[in-house]
């Protein structure tokens, strides 16, 4: 039987206290974590590593989220995205971050929607960007 694979997620918070109990939580149901409170960083890590998941606040203290996610959708492989945000997400949030390249938004303080989120990502291939010549 082959072993299940193990989903490589980027959480991207300026709050530490959230980016701790999602690394806690997501390990325990078998994800590998890395963890940054900066927009920046994260492009960084994203440009050098493979991620799955990407799950990010709506609100980074130096990049606009959708700039941020502008950024993300330029590079050539995509990771799934899962955007957070402090209120309950609108319809209109949802159209605005999937115009982005975001597959879900969630409560950002209700930890079982955000894992719920990232569980439903199917990773058993990586979102490629092709171009259509």
């Known amino acids: 039987m082959e072993a299940k694979q193990r989903k490589k997620v980027l959480i991207v918070d300026n709050n530490e206290g959230v980016r701790g109990t999602l690394q806690s939580v997501l390990g325990r149901v078998g994800s590998d974590t890395r963890t940054t409170w900066s ?15 990407l799950v990010v606040d709506d ?30 997400p609108t319809t ?31 990773v058993d291939e990586p979102l490629v960007k092709t171009s259509i010549n």
């Open 39 to 53: 927009g920046h960083e994260a492009l960084e890590l994203l440009a050098s590593e493979e991620f799955d998941v």
């Open 92 to 122: 209109k949030d949802f159209l605005r971050y999937a115009s982005l390249g975001a597959f879900s938004v969630v409560r950002k303080h209700h930890i079982a929607e955000v894992c719920k989120a990232v569980s439903s990502c199917c």
């Open 59 to 88: 609100y980074l203290p130096d990049l606009h989220c959708s700039e941020f996610l502008n950024l993300v959708g330029k590079l050539p492989v995509q990771p799934w995205i899962v955007v957070m945000q402090a209120s309950m």
